[in-house]
């Protein structure tokens, strides 16, 4: 019997109440909607205009809630063929050129996406949300992003979310970010980090 596919829906903007398809939980993990919506009401203001990167997208649901809430460009990485097929699916129901997307590794095509962003000379929100590093062949997860984060150029970068296991503790400084704050939803912590020299 073919399990059902799980969904979500976009919680506001214009999109709001949009189905998104989720892909595997195996491969996958999808954000939970208290830590969505906490993001949101966070930088609600922020968002609208801006760009928008989310690194390990999955379904795509933070990035295309984001574009639903007025952000102008979303760039969406993945490397999962699965996930990669559900993302596309689910930015067919909002606006497919305000989307762009790097299929492979998020650390490698990190360059692609920097270099668009310097084409263009803007900056970006970078959601970060990796796999559970207690995954199987992910042991070493947290410690390849925060080198990538750490190499994020000040000039392409608005702010810096991360979106990780609770027991993990962000160091209080990456290069030359800083953690503005973090926010803790049982499991799962979100880390807002700031460019140091932006106080």
């Not at 969505?36 to 801006?50: M, V, W």
């Not at 574009?67 to 689910?90: C, H, P, V, W």
């Not at 900056?123 to 796999?131: E, M, Q, R």
């Amino acid at each position: 019997m073919k399990s059902k596919q799980l969904s979500k829906k976009i919680i506001a903007g214009k999109y709001k109440g949009k189905k998104l398809l989720l892909p595997s939980k195996v491969t996958t993990r999808s954000s939970k909607s208290i830590v969505l919506e906490s993001f949101f009401n966070t930088l609600q203001f922020e968002i609208i205009d801006a760009n928008f990167v989310e690194v390990f997208s999955g379904s795509g649901s933070i990035g295309l809630e984001a574009l639903s809430r007025g952000a102008k460009k979303i760039y969406f990485m993945e490397k999962d063929k699965e996930a990669l097929k559900t993302l596309q699916k689910n930015i067919s129901q909002t606006d497919p050129s305000a989307c762009e997307v790097f299929a492979g590794d998020s650390f490698e095509n990190i360059q692609s996406v920097l270099s668009r962003l310097k084409k263009s000379n803007e900056d970006a929100f970078f959601y970060v949300d990796p796999p559970f590093s207690i995954r199987e062949g992910m042991e070493e997860i947290y410690e390849k992003t925060m080198q990538l984060i750490e190499k994020l150029p000040a000039l392409h970068v608005k702010m810096i979310i991360v979106e990780h296991m609770s027991g993990l503790k962000i160091p209080e400084f990456l290069g030359i970010y800083k953690v503005k704050k973090s926010k803790k939803f049982g499991n799962t912590t979100l880390t807002y980090l700031i460019n140091n020299n932006m106080e």
